[in-house]
């Protein structure tokens, strides 16, 4: 169960929408995007009730060349563990910093799809003295299949000396107009195939103007007893 939130609150923030999935076209050069998300999550597992919440966390994107963005993620949320529905801690934590990169790697091509590297480093802030510096790495794909419909998928692995896994998410967008869209999404992790989680996620957006967008998600364990809501506001300029 210690990994379910790891996983969403690492990529629930996404170019312009609310999808846990990873884009693979990094925002364009000298833009700044700035992503703003809350997520509430719930797990239950025997006697355990685990509460958290993102009361913000932050993500900035800022295009340093044509197929290059610089990465920086502000992790900060609250933490409520009951047993037996006694309150056993509560707590705000800022934890695992990350920096790193996207790279665009290949343009779409027929059934070739546009990829892009990402790497980022985690850096622990709450527990310096127990925890030690993680890395991950994604390979972030996606086939336009219409005019309407994007596909994305990404394979990616986080690195830490208690907790490396891997995972996979596949992720359906439908584009109604230019102003709305809605997904679909499903997440995978390899963590161990006794311990496996899987995710079902659907949502949608709003583009407010061209700067501004807002995408709110329900997400639901397929085989864990957990689920998820929040929502993401993203604004992004020029410099």
């Excluded at 999550?41 to 295009?63: A, D, H, K, M």
């Excluded at 920086?72 to 934590?93: A, G, I, Q």
């Excluded at 934890?95 to 070739?112: A, H, P, V």
């Excluded at 161990?192 to 997400?219: C, M, Q, V, Y």
């Amino acid at each position: 169960m210690r990994n379910v939130f790891l996983i969403v609150f690492l990529f629930i923030c996404s170019k312009l929408t609310g999808h846990t999935v990873e884009p693979t076209a990094g925002v364009e050069e000298n833009i700044i995007q700035i992503e703003l998300e809350s997520l509430y999550v719930v797990e239950t597992s025997n006697v355990e009730e685990v509460y958290t919440w993102s009361i913000p966390s932050t993500l900035i994107r800022y295009g340093v060349f044509k197929s290059m963005e610089f990465q920086l993620l502000v992790p900060f949320y609250r933490e409520k563990k009951l047993e037996n529905d006694l309150l056993m801690s509560s707590r705000v934590l800022f934890d695992k910093l990350q920096l790193g990169f996207s790279l665009d790697i290949f343009k779409e091509n027929g059934i070739i799809p546009e990829t892009a590297l990402m790497l980022r480093t985690l850096i622990p802030v709450y527990n310096t003295n127990t925890s030690q510096v993680g890395q991950l790495i994604s390979l972030n794909c996606s086939n336009s299949i219409s005019d309407k419909f994007l596909l994305n998928y990404n394979l990616g692995f986080v690195l830490e000396r208690d907790a490396s896994f891997s995972y996979y998410i596949g992720n359906l967008t439908y584009n109604l107009s230019e102003r709305l869209h809605f997904f679909t999404e499903f997440f995978g992790d390899l963590y161990h195939p006794e311990r496996s989680e899987h995710i079902f996620n659907l949502g949608g957006g709003i583009n407010f103007g061209k700067s501004f967008t807002l995408d709110l998600s329900f997400a639901k364990g397929i085989d864990h007893d957990m689920f998820y809501y929040g929502g993401v506001l993203t604004y992004f300029f020029k410099v």
